[in-house]
């Protein structure tokens, strides 16, 4: 294994900085770096159409002090449309965050929704648990104002922990119960019913116009009743009259009243009938290829698709991929949703998946469905192993011996920020599109498909789901008799489940990686393994149980020449000592620090130097300790490394108190505080209390 591995539980690749040498005092404000404004919020409907009374009873209710509102009612009735509208014209300066927990990627957890969205005001790390993700979330909303919409709940215990503080917030839930369990959370509800046909009519005249209809009052109002006056059947009828003048409305009212019904299901649910008859119609009036489109659309397990996907899956030119997607936009099949990176992306409507899928399991043969997913995981493959090469290079190494040719795919992205959000983008699909390839028997694709999104898992931290594909990775290694890929997938693994606080079974999965690698003969896996063993007991309190398997990994690593793998586990090393012996530490960080500088890894280094500072102070040298934690504060800020500049401005803040200097010891403190506060509410509060004692 060769990606770059620090203290057993992340890796570094990439470009990092490192601060020159610093003399004499030293003070670091932490600068006010302001967050990003999300906006989130799917783009309002072109067609909205009346809904006064509906609006007026939500400002009502924010008037008189509620925050949280469920919308609900019967598929096709505009929940959502109303809930974008009515939330985007409201004022909410922080910012506007949403959620589909019914998309495809389900089951979409609390937690994993909570790391996108503290992702998306700026909190790059959060916590593992789904206690301390929702103190955060409540920390970070308490002074802010922010929309939220959680859109297609089915039940209200996912909604509680995704519910904002702040006063100034306001959170709409959309779904087809009432949901009235969240009453007890201040929850006002607000059923949604039909339009009247006036409304209705006002519907079609928006998208057919005026002319056309009042020439035929009496059938535009018997296809309003037929569409039962629901928004969603109104609109697909409507695109087709508009993209169709010489259709008449009584032939299209017509055939909705003469379809068959297709199953007892859609008897039961005559709204669902309608929606899907007029799906049907709508479907058969298109072109031949954005027919093909639409139904290998509803295969994939991807939640939207963009012309770059399109392109890929249907191998289509890109042109042509852009042309059929706004087709099937203007046809009211797909929605847009809000660019990113640039991209223009569009999603089915959610009662269209169902009906794209079910269409193209009566219209393609097995052969042609099982080739449009296998072209939609080798386009991912490609597009994340050029990510991979960009943003750690370290890394992308074996799957080149092993990997599947691939078709030759540009990448969408020109740096390293549009690679990792692109990387984002599949974060809540990626799941879906692995048990799919893995239901299909592509191993050659299921575990490279893992390893090329490593920086998706140490960038983001995305728990769950790191541990989730990793388990899934790991079964199609082994299945492919790929020793080495299955011994990669349970070390990146391992990392991830001892990140996320899951300490025996991270204990376990470098177990069984240092077994394979022990039997492979690979000493550079094995100590690796090793060190990830040592580091969890040593964050587990049992630094006796961690030291052997530290120097079994120095043993190794200097036997075949490794010394940056010496280097960091005898910074593991040098922690245990720090709590008998810092004088002793003192050295281990120092020879530790020299070889990391020796292998050009500053990063490292900064960490063994801060550590090093520290345990001098312990000696009761604090002034030269002072100086050297400065010091590697300065690198570690330059790295981007939170959690570590946290750690730092905390000893630095022990070092003043234990120095007398109180006001010192505070701005220290606080510092530190402001970054435990965005990643650890509960070592914020800590430090709270510690500068509270002084």
């Known amino acids: 294994?060769?990606?770059?591995?620090?203290?057993?539980?992340?890796?570094?690749?990439?470009?990092?900085?490192?601060?020159?040498?610093?003399?004499?005092?030293?003070?670091?404000?932490?600068?006010?770096?302001?967050?990003?404004i999300p906006r989130q919020l799917p783009p309002c409907a072109r067609h909205f159409t009346a809904r006064e009374a509906a609006r007026r009873a939500l400002d009502d209710a924010r008037k008189g002090g509620a925050r949280l509102h469920v919308i609900s009612g019967i598929g096709g009735v505009g929940k959502s449309a109303l809930a974008v509208r009515w939330l985007a014209d409201g004022a909410y300066d922080d910012g506007q965050l949403y959620v589909d927990l019914s998309g495809p990627e389900q089951p979409l957890c609390p937690e994993a929704v909570l790391r996108r969205w503290l992702r998306a005001v700026g909190i790059k790390r959060s916590p593992a648990h789904l206690g301390e993700l929702t103190g955060l979330w409540r920390s970070v909303?308490?002074?802010?104002?922010?929309?939220?919409?959680?859109?297609?709940?089915?039940?209200?215990?996912?909604?509680?922990?995704?519910?904002?503080?702040?006063?100034?917030?306001?959170?709409?839930?959309?779904?087809?119960?009432?949901?009235?369990?969240?009453?007890?959370?201040?929850?006002?509800?607000?059923?949604?019913?039909?339009?009247?046909?006036?409304?209705a009519i006002q519907l079609l005249v928006s998208l057919a116009g005026q002319d056309r209809i009042e020439a035929a009052p009496r059938d535009c109002a018997r296809l309003a009743d037929r569409c039962f006056r629901l928004p969603l059947p109104?609109?697909?009828?409507?695109?087709?009259?508009?993209?169709?003048?010489?259709?008449?409305?009584?032939?299209?009212?017509?055939?909705?009243?003469?379809?068959?019904?297709?199953?007892?299901?859609?008897?039961?649910?005559?709204?669902?009938?309608?929606?899907?008859?007029?799906?049907?119609?709508?479907?058969?009036?298109?072109?031949?290829?954005?027919?093909?489109?639409?139904?290998?659309?509803?295969?994939?397990?991807?939640?939207?698709?963009?012309?770059?996907?399109?392109?890929?899956?249907?191998?289509?030119?890109?042109?042509?991929?852009?042309?059929e997607l706004e087709v099937l936009a203007e046809e009211q099949l797909l929605e847009p949703l809000p660019e990113r990176g640039g991209r223009v992306r569009y999603r089915l409507i959610p009662v269209a998946r169902d009906h794209a899928r079910r269409l193209a399991l009566q219209h393609d043969p097995e052969e042609d469905r099982a080739g449009r997913l296998r072209r939609l995981c080798e386009w991912m493959l490609a597009i994340s192993t050029q990510a991979q090469v960009r943003l750690t290079p370290a890394q992308a190494t074996l799957w080149q011996t092993t990997m599947p040719e691939l078709p030759p795919v540009r990448a969408p992205f020109h740096d390293d920020g549009a690679a990792l959000a692109w990387l984002e983008s599949y974060e809540g699909s990626l799941l879906e599109v692995l048990?799919?390839?893995?239901?299909?028997?592509?191993?050659?694709?299921?575990?490279?498909?893992?390893?090329?999104?490593?920086?998706?898992?140490?960038?983001?931290?995305?728990?769950?789901?790191?541990?989730?594909?990793?388990?899934?990775?790991?079964?199609?290694?082994?299945?492919?008799?790929?020793?080495?890929?299955?011994?990669?997938?349970?070390?990146?693994?391992?990392?991830?489940?001892?990140?996320?606080?899951?300490?025996?079974?991270?204990?376990?999965?470098?177990?069984?990686?240092?077994?394979?690698?022990?039997?492979?003969?690979?000493?550079?896996?094995?100590?690796?393994?090793?060190?990830?063993?040592?580091?969890?007991?040593?964050?587990?309190?049992?630094?006796?149980?961690?030291?052997?398997?530290?120097?079994?990994?120095?043993?190794?690593?200097?036997?075949?020449?490794?010394?940056?793998?010496?280097?960091?586990?005898?910074?593991?090393?040098?922690?245990?000592?720090?709590?008998?012996?810092?004088?002793?530490?003192?050295?281990?960080?120092?020879?530790?620090?020299?070889?990391?500088?020796?292998?050009?890894?500053?990063?490292?280094a900064a960490r063994a130097l801060t550590l090093q500072g520290h345990a001098r102070v312990l000696t009761g040298d604090a002034e030269t300790g002072i100086r050297e934690m400065s010091a590697g504060l300065g690198a570690l800020a330059d790295a981007g490394s939170t959690r570590w500049q946290a750690r730092a401005l905390e000893w630095l803040g022990d070092a003043h108190r234990d120095k007398g200097d109180s006001a010192r010891a505070r701005q220290y403190y606080q510092q530190a505080e402001q970054l435990y506060e965005v990643m650890r509410p509960a070592d914020a509060e800590r430090i709270r209390t510690l500068a509270a004692g002084l």
């Open 1 to 36: 294994m060769s990606g770059n591995q620090i203290g057993g539980q992340a890796r570094l690749t990439g470009l990092t900085g490192q601060a020159g040498r610093i003399f004499g005092g030293v003070h670091h404000h932490m600068a006010t770096v302001p967050l990003p």
């Open 141 to 199: 909303t308490a002074t802010r104002s922010v929309a939220v919409l959680i859109d297609g709940a089915t039940d209200a215990e996912p909604v509680r922990p995704l519910l904002p503080a702040g006063d100034g917030s306001s959170t709409v839930v959309t779904s087809r119960r009432a949901l009235r369990e969240l009453a007890v959370d201040g929850a006002v509800s607000h059923p949604l019913r039909p339009l009247t046909q006036q409304a």
């Open 234 to 323: 109104l609109l697909l009828v409507g695109a087709r009259l508009a993209s169709r003048p010489h259709h008449s409305v009584a032939a299209i009212a017509d055939a909705l009243a003469h379809r068959d019904l297709p199953d007892d299901t859609y008897r039961e649910d005559p709204a669902r009938m309608i929606t899907n008859t007029a799906l049907d119609g709508a479907y058969q009036e298109l072109e031949e290829e954005a027919q093909r489109v639409y139904r290998w659309l509803g295969l994939l397990p991807t939640g939207d698709a963009d012309p770059d996907l399109t392109s890929a899956v249907c191998e289509l030119p890109l042109a042509q991929a852009e042309w």
């Open 435 to 604: 048990r799919a390839a893995e239901a299909a028997g592509w191993d050659d694709l299921v575990w490279p498909l893992v390893d090329t999104f490593w920086p998706l898992f140490l960038r983001r931290h995305p728990y769950e789901l790191w541990a989730a594909a990793h388990e899934i990775g790991l079964a199609a290694a082994h299945r492919a008799g790929n020793a080495a890929a299955a011994r990669q997938m349970l070390l990146s693994g391992a990392i991830g489940l001892n990140a996320a606080g899951r300490a025996k079974d991270a204990i376990r999965w470098y177990g069984d990686a240092c077994d394979a690698a022990r039997d492979a003969g690979d000493l550079r896996d094995e100590g690796q393994a090793l060190l990830g063993l040592g580091a969890c007991h040593h964050n587990a309190g049992l630094p006796e149980q961690a030291r052997p398997f530290l120097t079994r990994a120095i043993a190794l690593w200097r036997s075949c020449g490794y010394p940056r793998g010496v280097a960091l586990a005898n910074i593991v090393l040098g922690e245990i000592d720090l709590a008998d012996a810092p004088g002793h530490a003192v050295d281990v960080f120092a020879e530790a620090r020299a070889d990391l500088l020796e292998v050009d890894d500053p990063y490292d």
